[in-house]
């Protein structure tokens, strides 16, 4: 398994992904992702923000960093954070925790770029979601209303879970740091 970031050569499958991700999603939950921008993908990609998990030259897992999401985090975007979005895993992938080997690899990536919190967000009565996400390590910090400027067409009129790990405390769960 290994972690790299995406090239524009891996757009379509970026969006493969994003489809796949919605179809699962309408038979999980009663709301889905409404589609994206394709620029706002390639700009990650340009910025190396959108990533791949590759297990045996196979796309596994895609997912997008940020350091800035004022409009969700609003005065916690002031601390030194990487911010994850869009995790989507292949459905031959399915069941082997993405989410916690994306937490392993953030860790040290973290700390080289001097960052102090892992977090994540999910819509805000998504319990399966955030039971799991409780159980990769992350602490729930409660329930938001973000600002909507700027933020993809699903994020209307929804609330959000929030979620961090301070990198600097052990995680719970089965989750070990590497060092």
Known sequence: MTFEAS???DIDSIFHFYDL???YQKTKFNKHWQGFERNLVKKEIAEERQ???IIDNEIACVFAITFDDKSIWKEKNSDKAIYFHRIVTHPKFRGQNFVIKITEWAKPFAQEKGLNYLRL???GDNVELIEYYQKCGF???GIITPDYNGLPKH???ITLSLFEIKCSQPPKGELVWKK
């Open 7 to 9: 090239t524009i050569d």
């Open 139 to 141: 602490d729930f910090l």
């Open 51 to 53: 990533w791949k998990i």
């Open 155 to 157: 994020y209307d009129g």
């Open 21 to 23: 991700a919605v179809e």
């Open 121 to 123: 967000d999910t819509w």
